[in-house]
Structure formats: structure tokens, C-alpha cells
């Protein structure tokens, strides 16, 4: 009898371009049936509460980890499952979990990493940068490089369905945040406000349509060095250093004292009627073979044993180690989507000039509080 065919809604990323990747062989490996709705990001979580409303059918859907989890475990989404941790880093395997049971089965991380041309910066500072820095010092390396070379060096993926998390170790620079732990807005606070005006002001160093810029757009910005420095996520890093990338070799690597990271998993929908053939699939997904595999391809594994063994043709993996150890994550959430949509809205009318950093945050906060007392 022939095995049904799972569905799989997944985020348009170069983790789930590896498990179709008909060289690396990860579906033909497994051998069951499976079908991939790939959906972008910025049409990713309307699409995917459609999936929770029973407008679409889907048994495995893909999670922002912590940042989503809360809301979906307690509003009866997700299925919990088992998950052998084995050499996953443990603070990817705590991630997923909610009060203490596992909802969701890790693929890969997206936190922050900082690329840069050595021989560019190199050129201003006289050194390459540290493997950890804080947000000023990334704000003086690029005000330092135009003044050198009169040259806007910073590539920022400033496009409104991004800026929130791009914007988010600024926030935190002066010892702001977006929310408390508690989950109350803590954006419309002096901190979070000052790191949000000197966000702001990295656009006098950036190249030109950074407003515009999604993760493709920084990729090519530092592949084809039409930039000195930018920052993008851990998940794009293979997409940055595959075949085709200018000088290679020159690429060097760091990331923030602030730094946020999120694991991207999968979850099995309550809904979901193949939950013992979800699971199979989705232990095959984070098997050793699998995560060294597809972590090459995007750049961000999640088994200490992928580090160790691709740092040779991965040379951030030390650095993106440090990143997913030091970073910090949102609290656990009410309505995550929802508040969260704030903040990308908020942030976007400060970058772009529509409103001062006070007048948008302090909306911001205004509006995500009103939220958490409904």
C-alpha cells in the first residue's frame, strides 16, 4: 500500500531549497511521499494561520521557534512530539520546548551575523573586526569608512517586512529592548528610542535602495562587493558564499553583543492525521546526515557536530557558534504575530522619516500593550 502523501508548508529559504536540492538527494534519501508548499516571507504567517483556520490543509508547517510557539501551543496548533537531542546545541534543543514539553523539530537557525570585506575595512581600521562587537562599534566602522573613502559602505535590509529584527541589537545598544520580560512593549522607553535613532542614522552610510533590501538583495550587495559590510541572518550565510561570490577568501565574519537568533522547525498540526509518519519524517530532516548536509547549503546548522565538521568550507561557523550562545531571545509571547507586525510597521515610518523614533515607538508600544489587554 502506497504511503500518503505528506504536506509540508515551509518558508522560502535556502534550507528548504537544500531538501529539494536534487544533488544533495534529501527527499530521494527519505523515500516516502512528501509535498513542499514553498511560500515567501513576507506571505509566510498569513498563509500559514489559514493552515490553523482549516482553509488549507497541511500535516508539518514550519515555526519561527520562540518567536511563535507560546501562541501556537495555546491556542491547541501543534502536536507535541518526541525529539532525541543527541549533539542538537543545547539551546536549540531548549528552544523547542514550551513548559517544558517539545512541539517543534529543529532545521535551521537565523540569528545575527555581520559580513564585511577585510580588505576594505582593513583599509580604515587597520585590523579586521573582532569576532563579537557591539552596535556602536559597527555604527563607527561604517561613519569611519565613509569619511575615509567617501563612499556609502553599509548594506541594511531595511525593507519593511525585515526592519524590525534588522533594527533589533540597536534597540538594544543602550540596554532598551522591544519588550520587557514580562511581554509588556518596552519599546516606547529612552533606551529603546536612542538605539532606534542611531539605527536610523546608519542610513546616511548605506548603499543606495536599502530600504528596499530583503535577505537577496544584501547576499548580492557582499557578494559582488558593492558593500563593505552588512548584516544578515546565520540562514543566509550559504546563500552569501556559494559559487559565484567576488574574493571569497576576503569575506570575514563577526556578529553583535545584542545579537537575537530564532531556530526555524518544524511543527506537526493538531489536525495533522499521519502524525507517526510526520514524525519519521521530520527525525530524518535533523538526522546528522541530513543537518551536515543542508547545513552547507544554508549556512546554519543546528548539530555541534556539523561545526566541527564543515568549518573548513564554512569559515563563520566559529563565529556563528559565539552568536547562537550569546544571543538573546524575545520573551515568550501573547499574539507574537501580531505585536511583532507593530514593530515592522513602527520602525519603518522612523527609517523612512514619517515620524520621529519617539513618536513611532511610542505608538508602537501603545498599540502592542493594548493588545496584551484584550
Not at 541589537?169 to 520580560?181: I, K, N, Q, V
Not at 530600504?211 to 547576499?219: L, T
Not at 552568536?323 to 513602527?346: H, Q, T, W
Amino acid at each position: 500500500m502506497e504511503q500518503e502523501t505528506l504536506k509540508i508548508l515551509a518558508v522560502a529559504d535556502p534550507a528548504v531549497e537544500g531538501y529539494l536540492d536534487k544533488e544533495l538527494g534529501i527527499i530521494d534519501g527519505y523515500g516516502g511521499n512528501v509535498d513542499f508548499h514553498i511560500v515567501p516571507w513576507a506571505d509566510y504567517y498569513p498563509m500559514m494561520m489559514k493552515a490553523f483556520a482549516g482553509e488549507a490543509d497541511y500535516d508539518i508547517v514550519m515555526v519561527a521557534g520562540h518567536l511563535w510557539l507560546r501562541d501556537f501551543v495555546e491556542n491547541g496548533y501543534l502536536s507535541e512530539l518526541a525529539l532525541e537531542e543527541e549533539d542538537i546545541l543545547p539551546v536549540i534543543a531548549e528552544e523547542m520546548k514550551y513548559k517544558g514539553k517539545t512541539y517543534l523539530s529543529p532545521s535551521f537557525c537565523d540569528g545575527h551575523m555581520i559580513v564585511y570585506r577585510k580588505s576594505l575595512l582593513e583599509q580604515v581600521l587597520g585590523k579586521e573586526l573582532g569576532s563579537v562587537i557591539t552596535p556602536q562599534e559597527y555604527i563607527e566602522t561604517a561613519k569611519a569608512y565613509k569619511a575615509a573613502c567617501g563612499e556609502r559602505a553599509v548594506a541594511m535590509k531595511a525593507d519593511k517586512s525585515e526592519i524590525f529584527t534588522d533594527a533589533l541589537p540597536f534597540l538594544r545598544m543602550y540596554g532598551g529592548d522591544a519588550y520587557d520580560p514580562d511581554g509588556s512593549a518596552a519599546c516606547g522607553k529612552e533606551d529603546a528610542v536612542k538605539g532606534l535613532k542611531s539605527y536610523a542614522e546608519l542610513r546616511s552610510c548605506a548603499v543606495g535602495g536599502t530600504d528596499r533590501f530583503g535577505n537577496g538583495e544584501i547576499a548580492e550587495a557582499i557578494r559582488q562587493k558593492r558593500a563593505a559590510m552588512a548584516v544578515t541572518w546565520s540562514g543566509q550565510m550559504g546563500e552569501v558564499f556559494k559559487e559565484g561570490c567576488l574574493e571569497p577568501e576576503d569575506l570575514g565574519f563577526s556578529t553583535f553583543s545584542t545579537a537575537w537568533n530564532v531556530t526555524w522547525s518544524f511543527g506537526i498540526c493538531s489536525s495533522c492525521r499521519k502524525k507517526e509518519a510526520a514524525e519519521e519524517f521530520l527525525s530524518y530532516l535533523r538526522s546528522p546526515e541530513v543537518d551536515q548536509k543542508v547545513g552547507r547549503k544554508s549556512g546554519a546548522p543546528v548539530r555541534r557536530g556539523s561545526y566541527l565538521k564543515g568549518a573548513g568550507d564554512c569559515p563563520w561557523f566559529p563565529v556563528q557558534q559565539k552568536m547562537i550562545e550569546l544571543a538573546r531571545p524575545l520573551p515568550d509571547l501573547s499574539k507574537a504575530g501580531e505585536k511583532n507586525g507593530v514593530l515592522y510597521e513602527k520602525i519603518f515610518e522612523a527609517f523612512s522619516g514619517k515620524k520621529t523614533a519617539e513618536e513611532a515607538m511610542k505608538e508602537a508600544g501603545h498599540k502592542i500593550n493594548s493588545m496584551t489587554e484584550r
